[in-house]
């Protein structure tokens, strides 16, 4: 497997060769996802299952709160699986899973679950009445006081299953007036924009030019993209090294933090911050994740994997290679991790397959 | 290679996937070992060595401590020969020895040897006249005050190699008064039954009604049995994950904190505790660990890994598939280690095989 330098050089993630990584899942509910049509990631009707079942299929290799166990999945099978494979194949040092309020909890023990007091947000149509700013000061301080999970020699991947994601990071960014029409993913293949930005306008008429960041952020955006701005934030004053594991949602976290820092004028290194994200990403023709990183007034390293399902004969898998699925529960920082860790792309094909045909 | 449940879930050794494993080898000498027919663990009339070389063959990979170092073992080869593979394959990051009264000690540098001031202990026919109390207490201190190796990111194994360990070990849990007739495992593919229950009754007639759990262990027990049960008690303090490394005699080893909890009306937090053991001693139909484990008021996590010699040509190892032998020097845990950090099987056998043919 090969890495695509997307912005800057391969020396970040070199730097990162033979050491461990820490992996965390931020896991929310945005009940943006009831909205017909505007997202595929999970089983229609329990879509508010899907980061649930997501976090207990990464951490165990089972999925428990669905009661059809067995059950092959439907349609375009979850990014988790290649993260799953990945960590059985080389695992990561530890996983911590952030509750950014779920309505379901995984049914999991001896992972560390950090909870904090959050609900699931309403749909950005109707106003998602985030809790913005409480939620990024309990993100800055949890970042502040971090002591990751072996305080040194690690690095940390921030990863995220949230579904609908994409749609209240689009309307966040440009709730702070980014120009990114065209430029956010969806985990469809022909993006659903009529509903996407009939959602999105809706959503940004709950705003409007007094409110300051947080205000706006509270109407359109969700949980973890204001949770991990601040972690971030919170994080910088460590020499962590951290990962961004996703796409535009992720690049939407950034902005968020572009955005604060320039309002409150203040200065961020960027140098210890990588985004990592999948081919799928990198090549969909229907948003630009270069383009939004490149709205920063920072510079950031950003990597792409170049694992496909071209090798793969199952057909669930080749629909990510049609563009059906493109990235989420640090499925592209898992593959980078892999790369850099020297996993062979047959042995990941091989192991996501065995999950399919339990 | 995958791991069968015997109690609990995969949660348990799923969290400990990235980590790095400490393994603890406890050695030591009863002279049950010298009824003739009670154990084939080592060979005829050299069975003291066995926990010399076993720790010899882990370390280091060479047989010191017998003359005829090049010769193929003959009859049933010990099981270290597959813990050596492990921590060929997938290195341990520490290994450490407790010399519990060894007859011999082995010819290794360099690896830490923790001594205990404590005697080889007599046959429990004879009166065993293990000093358990002073034992106890040795190794609860031993535990408080163990800072593992890394402190943090680590777990726990505890194995042993302690010929005629079973004997001791169902004649302590009979002394304790559990109903354990039939859930005891042994070396031997027909256990020997005759010889075994004889020694175990000529052991209980040295212990009554009016002496306490110690008195009774003095009599029956061996030193590793009582010194795991007080290292466990001072280790629940810290926050290591343990893993207890073998089949029967580490049932026993819960069965006795059972008693001694129950005795003094304590609490156990056992949750950082599992069993890990082969599926010789799961598939035994001579015993039942399941049972044993069932019998303690504590839930515990217990696995099996499915590992064989269907796949290797060599009669010595078959005996294992034919029940020969099924446990010892922590194969089974060994075994549970390599899955989760994706040893495969076949590298296993070719390594063991190795071995076998230097």
Known sequence: MKITNILGSNDFLESLR????NFILALCNAKTYEIKGITQAGIPNKIHLTPTIDSEFVCTGQIRSLEDIAQTPKGVPSPALITRAVHV????????LL?????????????????????????????????AFEVFQKALDFGKNYEGYNNKDEYIILAESVPSGTTSAKASAMALDYE????????????????KNKTINEALKHINK????????????????????GFILGLSSHEHKIILAGGTQMACVLLIINSIINTMQGVFNSTNIALCTTKWILEDKNSDIKKLLQMCDFKINAYASDFDFKNS??????????????????????????????????????????FLNL
Chains 1, 2 share one sequence.
Not at 18 to 21: P, V
Not at 314 to 343: F, H, P, R, W
Request: negative net charge; glycine residues 4%; hydrophobic residues 40%.
């Open 210 to 229: 007094n409110m300051d960041i947080f205000e706006k952020l509270s109407c359109v955006s969700d949980n973890m993209l204001i949770f991990y701005a």
């Open 180 to 195: 990114v029409q065209n430029l956010f993913s969806s985990s469809f293949k022909k993006a659903q924009n009529d509903i």
């Open 99 to 131: 509750n950014l309020g779920l309505e379901v909890l995984p049914q999991i023990d001896y992972f560390k679950i950090h909870n904090f007091n959050l609900q699931a947000s309403e749909a950005i149509n109707t106003n998602a009445r985030v809790k």
């Open 18 to 21: 033979g050491k461990q990584a």
């Open 89 to 96: 194949l080389k695992p990561f040092c530890n996983i911590e």
């Open 313 to 354: 004969s199952n057909k669930a898998l080749k629909m990510y290679d049609e563009g059906e699925a493109k990235e989420g529960v640090g499925a592209g920082a898992s593959l980078c991790y892999a790369t850099i860790n020297n996993i062979k792309q047959k042995d990941i094909i091989e192991q996501i397959e065995s």
